[in-house]
């Protein structure tokens, strides 16, 4: 059973840290590019972050976000820095597959930025 746990989410200050993680279980997670994904209300779910055979960046959280993972942990982490209001959304763990057509979902974790 494939399972994708986001944790690490709340409510933080602007310019303040959260770090985000996401347990994987039931795939071969070394096989797969982890990404992170953030929808706001009345918004399309937007890339943030990947990390598979090299690392992206969404344009707007270049410099402040960083991912990383840990295969022996089957975890992917994002690091994000200087939060801003804008960046409140819900953010969701992403699975895809290398080598076939394959994809997972995490059930996504709240991040609110607000003084």
């Known amino acids: 059973q494939v399972q994708l746990v986001e944790s690490g989410g709340g409510l933080v200050q602007p310019g303040g840290s959260l770090r985000l993680s996401c347990a994987a279980s039931?795939?071969?997670?070394?096989?797969?590019?982890m990404s992170w994904y953030r929808q706001a209300p009345g918004k399309e779910r937007e890339l943030v972050a990947s990390?598979?055979?090299?690392?992206k960046y969404g344009d707007s959280v270049k410099g402040r976000f960083s991912i990383s993972r840990d295969n022996t942990k089957n975890t992917v982490y994002l690091q994000m820095d200087s939060l801003k209001p804008e960046n409140t959304a819900v953010y969701y763990c992403?699975?895809?597959?290398?080598?076939?057509?394959?994809?997972?979902w995490g059930q996504g974790t709240q991040v609110t930025v607000s003084s």
């Open positions: 039931g795939f071969t997670f070394s096989n797969y590019d």
């Open positions: 990390a598979g055979i090299s690392i």
């Open positions: 992403n699975a895809n597959s290398r080598w076939y057509a394959e994809h997972y």
